[in-house]
């Protein structure tokens, strides 16, 4: 499956990936962390499902997944390349992980409000294999 999205950090340090996906392709590659996301209430378990299938009206917020890029250790090469790549806009192509593959374009413009600045777009696909791959916690949504 791939992901695709505008790529950037949020919050200072945390590399996100925004985007849009199929609230179904989002339940098969996620999981809830129990420790943030409550249940669904068994009152309105019918009545949610309705609503999704019939598809009619349909908003939702973000849904937020996380996961970890190298789980067996802190800093690996790729990683630290990944952010070094994001953090000065730099395109790359086919970084690996243990589960995933990301790639990513960049676009630069002259700034609309200042013309010596440069506006740095960056949109990146996320291909990972969801027999294989670790799912995401979803912490959110």
Same mark, same amino acid.
Do not use: E, H
């Given at each position: 499956m791939k992901i695709k999205g505008v790529l950037d950090f949020s919050l200072g340090n945390f590399l996100c990936l925004r985007g849009f996906a199929r609230m179904g392709d989002l339940y098969s590659l996620s999981e809830p962390d129990l420790s943030f996301q409550r249940d669904l209430l068994q009152l309105h378990e019918k009545e949610m499902v309705t609503f999704l299938r019939e598809g009619e009206f349909? =908003? =939702?917020?973000e849904v937020i997944l996380s996961t970890t890029l190298s789980p067996d250790t802190d800093s690996t090469d790729e990683v630290t390349k990944l952010f070094e790549n994001v953090k000065t806009g730099q395109r790359f192509a086919n970084l690996k992980f243990p589960d995933y593959r990301l790639s990513c374009a960049v676009k630069k413009t002259k700034s609309g409000q200042?013309?010596?600045?440069?506006d740095i777009f960056q949109t990146a696909t996320l291909e990972l294999n969801l027999k294989s791959a670790r799912k995401f916690s979803r912490i959110d949504g």
């Open positions: 349909l =908003f =939702f917020p200042d013309s010596r600045a440069i």
